[in-house]
């Protein structure tokens, strides 16, 4: 399980796999997590843009264990891949963000489970593992995604879900369980007394 820091630790977790994994096609540093109203001006290859978080159905109701309380918190992270490229000439332009947004995705495909040592900050030693699904988005929605970022023309896209995100509870295990009751006869009321 996982502090606060996870959801940043998720992100940062695909930002270090994309990087090592493309370095002889892009430049690391090109590989951000960025929405793409940002991109403008910036020299950008490939985004990763968080765009939606859901808690999730299954892990919802899970008993808490570890002392706790409360469970963790389980979420359910949504990604939007997006590939850039500068080259002008629209047939290369295509070409390029095809092939980059085809090495992402065989990457988060083989790496379907990220554990151990390919986790970032507070992730990073725990028994944690995180599994990265494709998520195709309906026409629909992919439209209704570039239309919400000003000034952007809809770009070759891909959406991941990363799952499950736990978040530990601040809330502890203070109280000491009940161990022990005591029930006592009340003539007066005809029944017990506590």
């Known amino acids: ?5 996870a959801i940043a630790d998720v992100g940062d977790s695909l930002l270090r796999l994309l990087r090592e994994g493309m370095s002889d096609l892009v430049q690391p540093s090109s590989i951000v997590l960025l929405s793409p109203a940002d991109v403008e001006g910036q020299n950008v290859s490939l985004t990763l843009f968080l765009y939606y978080i859901a808690e999730n159905p299954h892990l919802k109701n899970d008993q808490p264990f570890n002392g706790r309380d409360r469970p963790p ?8 891949l997006t590939a ?15 092939r980059v947004l085809g090495r992402a995705m065989r990457l988060l495909y083989d790496n379907s489970l990220l554990y151990g040592s390919r986790l970032q ?7 944690e593992t995180l599994r990265i699904t494709m998520n195709p988005l309906p026409l629909t929605e992919l439209t209704s ?4 970022i000003p000034k952007q023309h809809y770009r070759p896209s891909i959406g991941y879900v990363v799952s499950p ?5 601040a809330i502890d295990a203070q109280s000491a369980a009940v161990k022990e009751r005591t ?12």
């Open 145 to 148: 995604i570039w239309h919400a």
């Open 84 to 98: 850039y490229t500068p080259v002008q000439d629209i047939q290369q332009r295509t070409l390029e963000e095809q």
């Open 1 to 5: 399980m996982a502090s606060d820091t």
């Open 121 to 127: 900050g507070s992730l990073r030693g725990t028994d």
């Open 165 to 169: 995100v736990k978040l530990d509870s």
């Open 183 to 194: 029930l006592a006869f009340d003539p007066v009321d005809n029944g017990v007394a506590l």
């Open 73 to 80: 918190l389980a979420l359910d992270l949504y990604y939007l």
